[in-house]
């Protein structure tokens, strides 16, 4: 799978955007841009993912340059809730190389 | 019920003892996965399942071993558990569509 590099951590004021940027500059023509987000010590939790495309969920916008060698995660509107870590990973989507491989992720501080 | 089920929650155990941790999914998914992280790290993967008679091993495998007993059962053994395998232990599934379900966790304590 393709490495991904992304800053250590992110402040956001509550209400603001926040922009979440990715570089994954080997990334193959088969693989997918996904993003994950942890809250404290929970299970790791699915955002959204895409190929190409920009996508949109009610979660999040996942931006993807046209040369697919970065991607930025958009939370639209922050809240103290979305203080996380997040985490992109680039991976094929089937066969035995699907499996997920974490990075460290950027610390999103939401604030007041 | 939770999509995906850890048990035990918590668990201190002494070295060099047996340990099993469970998981149960109602997903349907076929691949189920574990997980382990420290403290500041990311999550590293330790043994994957793409169905019930596949295992195959992930980066940090060495001094664990896996069962999975049927669509919805895979669970992680510490034959002889030393003090730097304490951790949180994830366990998830896949699908296409859907990404990876994580369960809530385990945290070992080995002492």
């Known amino acids: 799978d393709a490495k991904t590099t992304q800053p250590t951590s992110m402040d956001c004021a509550e209400g603001r955007a926040a922009n979440l940027p990715c570089n994954h500059s080997?990334?193959?023509?088969?693989?997918?841009v996904y993003w994950y987000r942890q809250i404290h010590s929970q299970g790791p939790q699915y955002i959204i993912h895409?190929?190409?495309n920009n996508e949109t969920n009610e979660m999040a916008s996942l931006i993807i340059t046209e040369d697919r060698k970065s991607s930025t995660l958009i939370l639209p509107h922050a809240t103290l809730r979305d203080t996380a870590v997040y985490y992109c990973?680039?991976?094929?989507?089937?066969?035995?190389?699907?499996?997920?491989?974490f990075g460290t992720g950027t610390r999103l501080q939401v604030t007041l | 019920d939770a999509d995906v089920t850890q048990t035990p929650r918590n668990r201190i155990t002494k070295t060099g003892k047996r340990i099993m941790l469970e998981c149960s999914q109602t997903?349907?998914?076929?691949?189920m996965y574990w997980y382990r992280q420290d403290p500041g790290l990311g999550l590293r993967l330790i043994y994957y399942?793409?169905?019930?008679?596949?295992?195959n091993k992930g980066e940090i495998s060495d001094g664990y071993s896996v069962s999975r007993q049927a669509q919805a059962k895979f669970s992680l053994s510490l034959e002889s558990a030393i003090p730097n395998q304490t951790a949180l232990y994830f366990c998830?599934?896949?699908?296409?569509?859907?990404?990876?379900?994580f369960g809530s966790g385990t945290r070992l304590t080995v002492v």
């Open positions: 997903k349907g998914h076929d691949r």
């Open positions: 399942s793409f169905d019930v008679k596949d295992i």
């Open positions: 998830a599934t896949s699908d296409w569509k859907e990404g990876y379900t």
């Open positions: 990973i680039v991976r094929v989507a089937t066969g035995t190389a699907s499996k997920l491989t």
């Open positions: 080997t990334i193959s023509g088969n693989e997918y």
């Open positions: 895409g190929l190409k």
